[in-house]
């Protein structure tokens, strides 16, 4: 047992368990490859295509319990994640990694047989990016960890692309770059005012290593080629009026607020509220984004 995390292990709970999977970040990541299911060309089985986005959810629950595995000393150390189940000695790291791998195994074996091996390649791959690429190489040792590891939360609307078709065209891939270039500045505002807490950890956040200044920049600087890939399935053809339109408005939202934060030259963290109101509305954004553009496919295929 490590010195970060407490001493005497208490028995887990399933809560403790369901807390590995990290719940709410799985919501975003089932949402997103549900839209990419119906969005997709062609027809489905309902009963393979709840199988499909069961097994992404489960792999998405492996990524959150062997993430908080290898960050257990990482998380200790910061305020808002300290109270997660190895840091705050409700479980064993062991049960943690076993309970992961676990997960690993049965979502992309079940996605291979029940859907399709594009489907489970596609999530294996996206485990073992998070998992390892991002979580033990990219994380820890360099600012542009959001920025490359930003690609494993972008292949869920592929792979349910996948589950449907069998294959990766065009479209899908303008949904990975969507997400892909909004993760940036998504996660860049919480850093800004979580800056302390991963700097406590030791983490190179950009604010930590680059500075708040110039963090703000990269986050006014990227949500213009994110709102210019977000109008992109308009601009193609593959969607209507009603999806260009509604990209068109939650852009012109989201560059308002990352132009606030642009603007705003604080150092408190009590006092960022343009940077906590660009989170906030970054998830909501997304949300909105994904869900009519599917509604909008669905109308026109």
């Not at 076993?98 to 859907?115: D, E, K, R, T």
């Not at 996206?126 to 390892?132: D, E, H, T, V």
């Amino acid at each position: 047992m490590t010195t970060a995390t407490r001493d005497i292990i208490l028995p887990a709970e399933w809560r403790d368990f369901w807390a590995l999977t990290k719940p709410r970040v799985m919501s975003l990541v089932v949402f997103t490859a549900l839209c990419g299911l119906l969005a997709a060309p062609g027809s489905i089985d309902p009963v393979i295509g709840f199988t499909a986005i069961l097994c992404l959810a489960v792999g998405a629950g492996a990524c959150g319990a062997l993430n908080q595995y290898f960050e257990a000393d990482t998380d200790a150390k910061m305020a808002r994640t300290s109270d997660r189940p190895l840091p705050a000695g409700r479980m064993d790291r062991e049960s943690a990694l076993h309970f992961g791998i676990g997960l690993a195994a049965f979502s992309v074996g079940i996605m291979g047989v029940a859907v399709n091996w594009l489907a489970a390649g596609l999530l294996a791959f996206s485990i073992f990016f998070y998992a390892i690429v991002y979580t033990i190489w990219l994380k820890p040792n360099t600012p542009q960890n959001i920025v490359i590891g930003g690609a494993a939360g972008a292949f869920p609307p592929v792979i349910g692309w996948a589950a449907v078709t069998g294959d990766v065209t065009l479209l899908p891939v303008v949904l990975f770059a969507i997400i892909f270039l909004w993760t940036p500045p998504h996660f860049w505002a919480l850093a800004l005012f979580m800056k302390t807490d991963y700097g406590a950890a030791g983490i190179p956040m950009m604010p930590n290593v680059k500075g708040q200044k110039s963090t703000r920049n990269q986050i006014f600087g990227y949500s213009f080629p994110m709102a210019a890939t977000a109008v992109l399935p308009f601009v193609l053809g593959q969607t209507s009026w009603l999806f260009g339109a509604a990209s068109v408005l939650l852009n012109i939202v989201f560059i308002a607020l990352a132009y606030r934060v642009w603007r705003n030259d604080t150092t408190d963290a009590m006092a960022m509220k343009p940077e906590k109101q660009l989170f906030a509305f970054s998830i909501l954004y997304l949300f909105l984004l994904f869900a009519i553009f599917a509604f909008d496919r669905m109308l026109i295929l």
